[in-house]
């Protein structure tokens, strides 16, 4: 009927869609009132619904819920397999990633896989063999490995923590966390720690020169560390304790400083290290622990009371300074400023003690180095001097580490006349330093 041009449906009881053509669609509204159900393309009708039977019919509702659910489904089934694959991939090139690193970095490392490292440094050390163990504490052993990335680190195994209290390793390992993130020139890297019922392990930077009571007792090599060199090491020491008690939130103790736990690398430059005894504390609060520390080394306080406190490492400090400068334990010296100075006639323990107030202090230096320089004597003079003070038996009168770093920076006149003819007693009984004058004008007006 393509030539049909009006028509009218109106009060016909009609149902279902009109026809698709130009006469229906034009109608007017009046030619399809009064009809049961009509639908079609027209302004005064509804839509038509959809039908199975018809031939542009679309998918029902519920196909549309089933079909992207399904495709979803599949989609999510393929990304799982991926991932699954990809991870397996991945475990198996992590060795030879690993091990490709060459001249990697261990802390990168270390965070990476720590499981992996801790698997490299049993390999290195051939299962903690004793051909690399190279040097042994009161806290454990130390081992040099080489990494199969071509990096050198010093491994120290603590002895087994299995006896310890759950919260007692978990305090530790929390702490000893904290300081995997200290950085100073003079305190030793330590890149990565683990904590295990059979072995637990501290991995530090290895330095090559070793530990100051190894230079010290050598006869080849102390002379190798000469009186610039020991100067030097000295002030390290001092500015690295200085950060520790006075820049770093809360302070450390290191409750250990002795010339075993003071490392050289290649340039002679002093390192701290070993903190398997170190404590994070509350400067504020009363931190009581139990006694620890290297014999000839710990302060006497210690002996009658388990309070840890700085002064405690700035008598640890006084003693290595001493050390440094005579090139030998001082503890003949420490016996005798405790017992000759506070009490003369005292000889309770039948031993003869040094006279030090006549005792000079040119002769108590390393006799295996030449005469010190001018500006050297001075500055051996200083380092005594603050050293004497550091390992006063009264805590309360030793100074702190801040004043000790800033006066070894403190320039010096040259009194080489001066350091052949001073004695230990001057030294001692002078206050010069906490009065604040010169220690030059001091010893000049003496």
Same mark, same amino acid.
Request: proline fraction near 4%; charged fraction near 25%.
């Given at each position: 009927m393509k030539?049909?041009?009006?028509?009218?449906?109106?009060?016909?009881?009609?149902? #279902?869609?009109?026809?698709?053509?130009? @006469?229906f669609?034009? @109608?007017?509204?009046?030619?399809?009132?009064?009809n049961?159900?009509?639908?079609?393309?027209?302004?005064?009708?509804?839509?038509?619904?959809?039908?199975?039977k018809?031939?542009?019919?679309?998918i029902?509702p519920?196909?549309?819920?089933l079909?992207?659910s399904?495709?979803?489904?599949?989609?999510?089934?393929?990304?799982?397999?991926g991932?699954?694959?990809?991870?397996? %991939?991945s475990?198996?090139?992590?060795?030879? +990633?690993?091990?490709?690193?060459?001249?990697?970095?261990?802390?990168?490392?270390?965070?990476?896989? #720590? +499981?992996?490292?801790?698997?490299?440094?049993?390999?290195?050390?051939?299962?903690?063999d004793d051909?690399?163990?190279?040097?042994?504490?009161?806290?454990?052993?130390?081992?040099?490995?080489?990494?199969s990335?071509?990096?050198? *680190?010093? *491994?120290k195994?603590?002895?087994?923590?299995?006896? %310890?209290?759950?919260?007692?390793?978990?305090?530790?390992?929390s702490?000893?966390s904290?300081?995997?993130?200290?950085r100073?020139?003079?305190?030793?890297?330590?890149?990565?720690?683990?904590?295990?019922?059979?072995?637990?392990?501290?991995?530090?930077?290895?330095?090559?020169?070793?530990n100051?009571?190894?230079?010290? %007792?050598?006869?080849?090599?102390?002379?190798?560390?000469?009186?610039m060199?020991?100067?030097?090491?000295?002030?390290?020491?001092?500015?690295?304790?200085?950060?520790?008690?006075?820049?770093? @939130?809360?302070?450390?103790?290191?409750?250990d *400083?002795?010339s075993?736990?003071?490392?050289?690398d290649?340039?002679?430059?002093?390192h701290?290290?070993?903190?398997?005894?170190?404590?994070?504390?509350?400067i504020?609060?009363?931190?009581?622990?139990?006694?620890?520390?290297?014999?000839?080394?710990?302060a006497?306080?210690?002996?009658?009371?388990?309070? *840890?406190?700085?002064?405690?490492?700035?008598?640890?400090?006084?003693?290595?300074?001493?050390?440094?400068?005579?090139?030998?334990?001082?503890?003949?010296?420490?016996?005798?400023?405790?017992?000759?100075?506070?009490?003369?006639?005292?000889s309770?323990?039948?031993?003869?003690?040094?006279?030090?107030?006549?005792?000079?202090?040119?002769?108590?230096?390393?006799?295996?180095?030449?005469?010190?320089t001018?500006?050297m004597?001075?500055?051996?003079?200083?380092?005594?001097?603050?050293?004497?003070?550091?390992?006063?038996?009264n805590?309360?009168f030793?100074p702190t580490?801040?004043?000790?770093?800033?006066?070894l920076?403190?320039?010096?006149?040259?009194?080489?006349?001066?350091? %052949?003819?001073?004695?230990?007693? +001057?030294?001692?009984?002078?206050?010069?330093?906490?009065?604040?004058?010169?220690?030059?004008d001091?010893?000049?007006?003496?």
């Amino acid at each position: 009927m393509k030539s049909l041009r009006f028509v009218d449906l109106s009060y016909n009881d009609l149902e #279902g869609p009109i026809p698709e053509s130009k @006469a229906f669609e034009e @109608a007017s509204a009046e030619s399809f009132e009064n009809n049961k159900a009509l639908c079609g393309k027209h302004t005064s009708l509804k839509n038509c619904p959809v039908h199975v039977k018809d031939k542009k019919a679309v998918i029902s509702p519920l196909a549309l819920i089933l079909i992207p659910s399904f495709a979803v489904l599949v989609i999510a089934l393929w990304i799982s397999i991926g991932v699954v694959c990809a991870l397996k %991939s991945s475990e198996r090139k992590k060795r030879v +990633k690993v091990r490709d690193l060459h001249n990697g970095d261990l802390f990168s490392i270390w965070s990476y896989d #720590g +499981k992996l490292v801790y698997g490299d440094i049993r390999e290195a050390t051939e299962g903690f063999d004793d051909k690399y163990c190279i040097g042994v504490g009161g806290h454990g052993s130390v081992y040099k490995a080489k990494l199969s990335t071509g990096q050198v *680190v010093a *491994v120290k195994k603590l002895h087994s923590l299995h006896h %310890s209290k759950l919260e007692d390793q978990r305090a530790s390992e929390s702490e000893i966390s904290a300081l995997t993130k200290i950085r100073h020139r003079n305190i030793v890297k330590l890149y990565g720690f683990c904590f295990h019922a059979r072995e637990s392990l501290l991995v530090y930077e290895y330095l090559e020169r070793g530990n100051l009571a190894n230079m010290l %007792s050598s006869e080849e090599l102390a002379k190798e560390l000469n009186w610039m060199r020991r100067i030097h090491v000295v002030k390290g020491v001092a500015n690295a304790l200085n950060y520790m008690h006075h820049d770093c @939130a809360p302070p450390i103790i290191h409750r250990d *400083v002795s010339s075993n736990n003071i490392l050289l690398d290649s340039s002679y430059e002093a390192h701290i290290s070993d903190f398997g005894t170190a404590r994070l504390i509350n400067i504020d609060s009363t931190t009581w622990t139990a006694t620890a520390g290297t014999y000839g080394y710990i302060a006497p306080e210690l002996a009658y009371t388990m309070k *840890v406190t700085p002064k405690c490492d700035v008598y640890s400090f006084g003693v290595v300074t001493l050390e440094t400068i005579m090139g030998r334990h001082p503890g003949e010296l420490i016996y005798a400023l405790s017992t000759t100075l506070s009490s003369p006639s005292s000889s309770a323990t039948g031993l003869e003690p040094l006279n030090v107030e006549s005792l000079q202090l040119k002769d108590i230096i390393d006799k295996r180095l030449p005469t010190p320089t001018a500006q050297m004597a001075e500055e051996i003079l200083t380092m005594t001097k603050l050293a004497l003070a550091c390992i006063n038996v009264n805590p309360q009168f030793r100074p702190t580490m801040k004043n000790v770093a800033q006066d070894l920076l403190t320039p010096r006149r040259e009194l080489l006349k001066l350091f %052949s003819s001073i004695t230990l007693g +001057k030294l001692v009984n002078s206050d010069d330093i906490q009065e604040g004058k010169s220690l030059s004008d001091s010893m000049s007006s003496s």
